[in-house]
């Protein structure tokens, strides 16, 4: 038998217990938080491994940065898993239930989803936040991160799976595939016998590898084109403020903007007031022939390709559209279905906008970059999924769980 | 561009249409009910050569029989899609809701899913029963039948067509996939980019080609390999009740179950009950040496495969436990997640069975023959999902839809 069938075998078994754990799951959390905090030396000392190794690697200074652990950024980990624990558990709810005409009482109830799968890159806090939202929500989780954190990883797991053990369950709850060759990822994608669910927190590259070679369910997250358009009614200042925090404000997440959208009629007045404001940033823009003999030669003229790119970083698509029905179709064409806006003031424009644009999230006159969990209200987040299958915008607890319908009977015979 | 790929750019065309068409998709159910009534003798003279060339190539009875349109059967699908007409529109519900301390009001609204394949053997009348569920949920769909009901299939999907058109929606919302080779399935199975969710209706066999070789989100229907447990407070006659209404009444459904287990303390009185009612239909048994040693040679001997293999035929396998917990573990090891049933007049048991038995529907004290959307009061059904993900047990129109977030400010920024 193959490890990772192994590590399958041991996931569902420990799954089985973790279903029906109720307070249990909660003192395991704070048994974890309580003993990252203890052990931040132990942490770091591996954490420099794994630091030292990329730097002889040649990994960027960014990348070295998602991947350092210090003191207070341990703290923030062990934080987070107490405001988990404190969330409200899922499991058991009642979603729906009823008595049929033959007496048979039906009760839909909340479960967890059983054994989830986690593939992520080289940061190693995911490691932890991925791993207490599995257990709050009744999942037992195998984790595959990237081979420039296992070290980190190792130890963290370690620490997790002895405070979940503390707690009374099976440690094996929490388990970390410890080859981080390609084959183990593959074997991951393909462990239909044990995994129900196999979430990919990345990159674009790695979402895209998961999604082609994944047997198993898989849940979509994060890539993000996302747009701003700018009706002909919009209020100027707000468009700007808006386009400004959505760019600017951190762009290299999914829920920044990439690419806007102005209305011609009003094009003239809104793009240097936008410009003006983007310009604080030096953000590059890339438009279409309309944009630039309104902005002039300092914008970068815009190919096919721009309308398609998840720039990431302080660099935005302009085209200037002569109908919302134009701005609406672009979008269709080129969003990757995460976040959509419309500034607008005009009633039944933005109703047209919602009730046409297919994302995950659609604004009217809100920055997109509230499109996260903790924005919304659901307490945490697994991640952002961009499919329309189970979960759509962001994942919190809820969307770990499946369900099953209780039927309650008298000896009733069909 | 192949003739695959244009299909999936007409469909999702259709469905942007479909997902705001509101009452107009009743019109074309109705429509379709119509014309299905009125073009009788047309789709008898079709079906009358898929029948004859199934003759020719040595189909059995039971194929041909499913294969058959007669008019009343094809006046029972007329009514159906009447029923589904008249049922509630899913799309528009809203979810949840709440208004943000900063003022964002999050709406979470029902859509349509947008492009559903459905590969399906061939039954023509699924090819209209799912047709008019996905467009009921403002869902374009993509039909892919089997080969033996080619001719059946193209003319049904051309009167619905023609129907659809005659509503005012765009006739592509329902398309069927001409090509019969292996190859067309192929292709559906890795449309990632116009399909949202593809749908297997059929056998085991079917749906095994379908997970391992689809690279779209698939929803895993139909095996069900259930269980009925006798604990040994349970009320004989009931459970002998139980056990031959869900082994006998069709015992090839999925929901017909295939092993009892029965607890050792009421064995020698429960199963010389059982058997004679199931000796009524000659349902033939196998068993576990203690089973054989209470009702005899006429018993066959269980093999290790016995456990595992749907029969969808009047045949049982029978084996008597020690325990309630030997029982749960026996159904967590072999079943399907399908259905699963306890009979017992003890509580605790019940309680206890409920909560550790991870199967779509579990029963205390019923048939599982009444795991069905129509007996569930769901009003129709897809198929019966056996996965965890997005849907469990049957999926009725909302099982047919995601959501979406919409967010309505007045300039908030992040």
Request: with cysteine; charged share 25%; proline share 3%.
């Amino acid at each position: 038998m193959r490890v990772i069938d192994e590590m399958g075998q041991r996931a569902q078994i420990a799954s089985r217990q973790l279903s029906i754990a109720g307070e249990a799951k909660n003192d395991a959390l704070k048994a974890i938080a309580k003993a990252l905090t203890e052990n931040v030396g132990k942490i770091m000392e591996a954490n420099r491994i794994d630091l030292e190794n990329g730097r002889n690697n040649g990994l960027s200074a960014a990348l070295l940065d998602r991947l350092t652990l210090n003191e207070s950024r341990i703290q923030g980990v062990a934080d987070g898993v107490l405001e988990v624990a404190a969330l409200p558990d899922p499991i058991g709810t009642v979603i729906s239930g009823s008595t049929r005409p033959n007496g048979l009482e039906i009760t839909k109830v909340r479960v967890p989803l059983g054994v989830i799968g986690i593939i992520f890159e080289s940061r190693p806090n995911v490691t932890v936040d991925a791993a207490v939202l599995c257990l709050k929500s009744g999942n037992a989780v195998i984790l595959r991160g990237g081979k420039e954190a296992i070290h980190s990883n190792k130890c963290l797991t370690a620490i997790m799976q002895d405070a979940v053990e503390s707690a009374g369950l099976d440690r094996n709850a929490v388990q970390l595939i410890e080859d981080t060759t390609r084959q183990s990822s593959i074997e991951l994608m393909e462990l239909t016998e044990y995994l129900d669910v196999l979430i990919p927190r990345g990159g674009k590259g790695l979402i895209r590898a998961v999604v082609e070679n994944a047997k198993v369910p898989v849940i979509e997250t994060g890539a993000g084109n996302c747009h701003v358009f700018v009706d002909e009614s919009a209020d100027i200042a707000m468009a700007a403020n808006i386009i400004y925090n959505a760019k600017t404000s951190r762009p290299s997440v999914c829920n920044a903007i990439e690419t806007i959208l102005v209305h011609e009629n009003i094009a003239e007045k809104a793009l240097p007031a936008v410009k003006a404001r983007l310009d604080e940033k030096n953000v590059e823009l890339r438009g279409c022939e309309k944009t630039r003999a309104i902005l002039g030669d300092s914008v970068i003229p815009a190919e096919e390709k721009d309308w398609e790119t998840e720039y990431g970083d302080y660099i935005l698509a302009v085209k200037v559209v002569s109908s919302l029905e134009e701005a609406t179709a672009h979008i269709a064409r080129y969003s990757t279905g995460h976040s959509e806006c419309i500034v607008t003031s005009n009633y039944q424009n933005a109703k047209k906008f919602v009730a046409t644009v297919d994302s995950a999230a659609v604004y009217v006159n809100a920055s997109t970059r509230f499109t996260d969990g903790g924005m919304f209200g659901l307490g945490a987040e697994i991640g952002i999924s961009t499919q329309k299958l189970h979960a759509r915008g962001p994942m919190g607890l809820n969307e770990l769980t499946s369900m099953k319908f209780i039927i309650e009977g008298d000896g009733q015979i069909r």
